[in-house]
Every structure is written in structure tokens, then in C-alpha cells.
């Protein structure tokens, strides 16, 4: 059947309550991908749920296999696994069966691996900003790890915004690439210091890195349609509010039809 457990979890890691990185290797083999698509995971209504998470009112059918989108964070050239990066809704569905899983345990993974948010239509020489929240940065770590081009001239930001300094998912793995390439610069943001007295980092949302020229200041000249493009991935709100500002400054949505400048990921809608 179309829904029947085809993969195994391999690994699983908590970078922090409600942050997971998950890596599930497929039974066949492992299905070609352009870093920063995505697929789907689903478990049936019967897998039990994290015990952080709310209960279900009412009960899902037990039957019935939950599937969602997930963007893949792994490289596209490793062809062993793929990997993940959940956020856990308490209230939602999936996420909390995701979290309840454990090593060796099955799982539904998509036989489509699909999405336009990739490098393919980024024009050559032109710089590149990544902004994510949360787990909307998993579409990058794929770019970044998939022989990403950091000596072709370019500069590239990532721009990530999280709650506290503690969320802050795959962190050192971003610095190291900071120290590495000189290109390459890594802005973390927190919103909500009053959790975090330790963090002596950037504080608020993150337009305020761009409204107060700090992203400026690491492509070495101002931002504009001309010299740069800017992903969005993560949250709505998010996603709204830089387009919104971007789209003062002259940036347009990148579409098939259309090019533009922006390219967007959205990871839920806002009622
Ligand atoms: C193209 C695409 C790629 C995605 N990639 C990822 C990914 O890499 N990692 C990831 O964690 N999620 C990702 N999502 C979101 C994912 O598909 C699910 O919506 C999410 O995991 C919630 O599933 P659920 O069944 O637990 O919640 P549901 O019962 O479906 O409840 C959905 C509600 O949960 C909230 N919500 C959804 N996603 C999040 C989130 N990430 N953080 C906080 N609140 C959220 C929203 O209020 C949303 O309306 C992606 C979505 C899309 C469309």
C-alpha cells in the first residue's frame, strides 16, 4: 500500500524540548533530490504520541496515516539518508508521533521528493541572503551542504531568528562555516532575551539585521534587487513581514513565469 511504513529512523537527536533532528534511511534506495525540496513523513493514528504533547480531542483514526511536508536538511550528495528538522506543535497531529519515535523505528517516507526553492534559478555573481525562523532553516543546511559554491565570488548571509540562544539548531555547525570561508557570514537573532540573560547576541526579529545594516555591512555594500536575492523560509509572519520591507526596497517574488528576487518557502498558512 501507498501509506506502508518504507523507511527506518537511523537517528534521532533533541537539540533542545521541541527541536528534532531526525535521519531516516528509505528501505529501496535512496531517490535523487536538488537541495532544499521536500518530501513527506507520515505515521499512522495509532503511533503514540510524545508525552510533552497535548492529548487529541477527538482521537485521530488509528488507521489512518498523518502526512506532511518536510524539507530535507541533509546534503542531495550523501545518498544514505535523509535528514529533518522538527519543530513540535503540541497541539498538532504529526509532530508529536515524529517525536515520540525512536531509533529503528518505521516510518512512511514520500516517493516524491518535490519544490522549487533550490539554487537553480539564483543568476550567477548575485549575492545571497538565507533568512529562516525555526526550522525553516532546513532547506539551507541542504544547499550548504551540497557543495554549495562559497569560493565563486558571492557572498552569502544566513540570517536565523529563534526564541533563545538554546534553539538555535545546527549553530556550530554554521560558525564553523563562518570561520572557514570568509564569504560566508552566520547572524543568529533571539526574541525573547528575558528567557536567555546569557545571550549577548542580536536581539529581536530579523528585520531588525536588515533595518539596522548589519546584513549590509556583511555582503560589504546595500542590499538591492540588483546585486542580491534573498530566500525566505520559515514562518508566516516571518515571511510576510521581509516581504513586505524587501518589497520597498524594489524586491519581487521569484516565480517560473516571473522572475524575481525572492524566493519563498512558507511552512504553514495564517488563519
Ligand atoms: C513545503 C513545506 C516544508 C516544510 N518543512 C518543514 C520542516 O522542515 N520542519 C518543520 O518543522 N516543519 C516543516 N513544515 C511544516 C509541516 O509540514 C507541518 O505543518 C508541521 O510539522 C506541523 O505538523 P502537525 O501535524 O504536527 O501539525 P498540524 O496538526 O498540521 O497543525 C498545523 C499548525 O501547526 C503550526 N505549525 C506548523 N509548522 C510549524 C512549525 N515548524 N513551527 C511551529 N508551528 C508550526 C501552525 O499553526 C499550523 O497551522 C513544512 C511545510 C511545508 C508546506
Redesign the pocket.
Same mark, same amino acid.
Given at each position: 500500500m501507498d501509506s506502508e511504513p518504507n523507511a527506518t529512523v537511523t537517528m534521532r537527536y533533541e537539540i533542545n524540548h521541541g527541536l *528534532?533532528v531526525l535521519q531516516v534511511t528509505p528501505d529501496e534506495e535512496m531517490l535523487p533530490f536538488v537541495a532544499g525540496q521536500?518530501t513527506t513523513l507520515g505515521l499512522p493514528g495509532a503511533a503514540p504520541r510524545h508525552y510533552a504533547a497535548e492529548p487529541e480531542d477527538p482521537p485521530a483514526d488509528p488507521a489512518r496515516v498523518?502526512k !506532511? /511536508?518536510?524539507?530535507? /536538511?541533509s546534503s542531495s550528495l550523501q545518498g544514505r539518508y535523509f535528514e529533518?528538522? $522538527?519543530?513540535? $506543535?503540541r497541539? &498538532? /497531529? *504529526?509532530?508529536? !508521533?515524529?517525536f515520540a519515535l525512536e531509533q529503528g523505528d518505521r516510518v512512511f517516507l514520500g516517493r516524491r521528493i518535490v519544490?522549487m #526553492?533550490t539554487l537553480g534559478d539564483v543568476p550567477p555573481g548575485k549575492d545571497v541572503v538565507f533568512v529562516a %525562523?525555526? %526550522? &525553516? *532553516? /532546513?532547506?539551507y543546511l541542504s544547499m550548504l551542504r551540497s557543495r554549495y559554491a562559497f569560493d565563486a565570488g558571492q557572498r552569502t548571509v544566513v540570517v536565523h531568528g529563534s526564541r533563545v540562544s538554546y534553539d538555535l539548531g545546527y549553530r556550530s555547525e554554521l560558525e564553523g562555516l563562518a570561520a572557514r570561508y570568509p564569504s560566508f557570514h552566520y547572524l543568529p537573532i533571539i526574541d525573547r532575551p528575558d528567557r536567555d540573560p546569557g545571550w549577548t547576541g542580536q536581539v529581536g526579529f530579523v528585520d531588525r539585521y536588515f533595518a539596522d545594516g548589519t546584513v549590509s555591512r556583511s555582503l560589504g555594500h546595500p542590499i538591492t534587487p540588483e546585486n542580491t536575492v534573498v530566500f525566505l523560509? &520559515?514562518?508566516p509572519l516571518m515571511v510576510q513581514g521581509m516581504m513586505a520591507y524587501l518589497g520597498a526596497l524594489g524586491f519581487r517574488r521569484h516565480t517560473r513565469k516571473e522572475p524575481g528576487h525572492l524566493f519563498v518557502?512558507? #511552512?504553514?498558512?495564517?488563519?
Open positions: *528534532l521536500y498523518i !506532511r /511536508a518536510y524539507s530535507i /536538511a529533518f528538522f $522538527v519543530a513540535l $506543535v497541539t &498538532g /497531529a *504529526l509532530t508529536p !508521533r515524529l519544490g #526553492f %525562523t525555526g %526550522t &525553516g *532553516l /532546513a532547506p523560509c &520559515g514562518n518557502e512558507e #511552512f504553514w498558512k495564517e488563519d
